[in-house]
């Protein structure tokens, strides 16, 4: 297939909230082949305790909402009132998307007698956000929690960057890792004969020499990532503060460093090299804007393709959960929700809507988090 002169896919037009530009995405062709697609079959829906943790945020809604202590006229400063403000709609939010913390409860008892599986964004959910990508650590606080939470569960991580960048920031041969959005997966030799229509895996070793297998669905599209990651990095040398990342099969344009002013010049030079790309698309994270193949894979499939390979899929005895901060986490904590297998929990410190059940501040929460899930676990076992 000529991948750079394929005009076939139509076209549609996404808002680009905060570049306020109109964004141009190209439907997915159909590549990879459909047999790499699962048939996860509809479940039965999650108990109703479920339904009972939201039922509690209203209590602590109304906890929260209990009148402040009277403030003295002298201190009372309008970044009071603003910051009293952004509380309480964050709490209003809360009753939508408890916190799992606050949760925790209600979360074991989903996970009675079940397997737990665990997905894990990176930036946003495990490290904090920083200006410079390079600089993106994970604290050794976490990296403990992590490791402790994947000898006792199966974890994955998911994550926009490439698979080696971010197992050079995790350093943890415990774990699964996806990069490039779920694009390159290194995951466990398969348990299950079902899943052998995945024909694009090859069997590799690891870091350690261990078997893996290595699924890697637009490995088609390498020499075009590397030749548009040339062409944007031309493009945008002179904007102050734009920043290039190479993911390797997607690639970051970021503009967390400049000037709002900037931000339309940015798109319009990104765009302006995607035309002589009608095979890659254009999305939209934290301040950056990534480029990546138009096929139909995401951090959702790369979910349904991990834990099929982990023998997980089909079974009413495992909840899988998902914690991530970004968009392209959504695409894990819909397919979860639409299975109704497992929920997602969505890191924010404001009111997003989102396809997660429960929310978490911020990635310290997440941390502790990790933590009383692995306490509990030991705990009950
Ligand atoms: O899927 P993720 O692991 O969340 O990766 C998504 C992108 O994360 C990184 O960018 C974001 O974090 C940076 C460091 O904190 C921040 O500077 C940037 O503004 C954020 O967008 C990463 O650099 C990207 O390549 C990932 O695609």
Partial sequence: MDLKTSHNS?????????????????????????????NTPKKKPLPSKIEEVRAAGWLDLMLASSPPRKRQSKDFLPHDVQADDLDLRYRNWMVNYPSALGSFEAITELARGKKLALFLDYDGTLSPIVDNPANAVMSDEMRAAVRHVASLFPTAIISGRSRDKVFDFVKL????????HGMDIMGPIRKSESNGHHVECVRSTDSEGKEVNLFQPASEFLPMIA??????????????????????????????????????????????????????????????LEVRPVIDWNKGKAVEFLLESLGLSESDD?????????????????????NNHGFGILVSS????????????????????????????????
């Fill in 318 to 338: 495992v909840l899988p959960i998902y914690v991530g901060d970004d968009k392209t986490d959504e695409d894990a904590f819909k397919v979860l929700k639409a």
């Fill in 173 to 180: 041969t415990e774990l699964y890792y996806a990069g490039s």
């Fill in 227 to 288: 030749e548009v990651f040339e062409n944007l990095s031309e493009s945008i040398k002179d904007i102050e503060g734009a920043r290039m990342e190479d993911n390797k099969f997607c690639v970051s344009v970021h503009y967390r460093n400049v000037a709002p002013h900037d931000y339309e010049t940015v798109h319009q030079r990104v765009t302006a090299v995607l035309k002589d790309y009608p095979c890659l698309r254009l999305t939209h994270g934290r301040k950056v």
């Fill in 10 to 38: 139509p076209v549609f037009v996404d808002p680009l909230p905060s570049l306020a530009l109109p964004m141009t995405y190209t439907t997915p062709t159909s590549f990879p082949p459909s047999g790499l697609y699962l």
């Fill in 350 to 381: 404001v009111p997003k809507d989102s396809d997660a059940f429960y929310s978490l501040r911020d990635p310290s929460e997440v941390m502790e988090f990790l933590r009383t899930l692995a306490a509990w676990k030991e705990g009950s076992s």
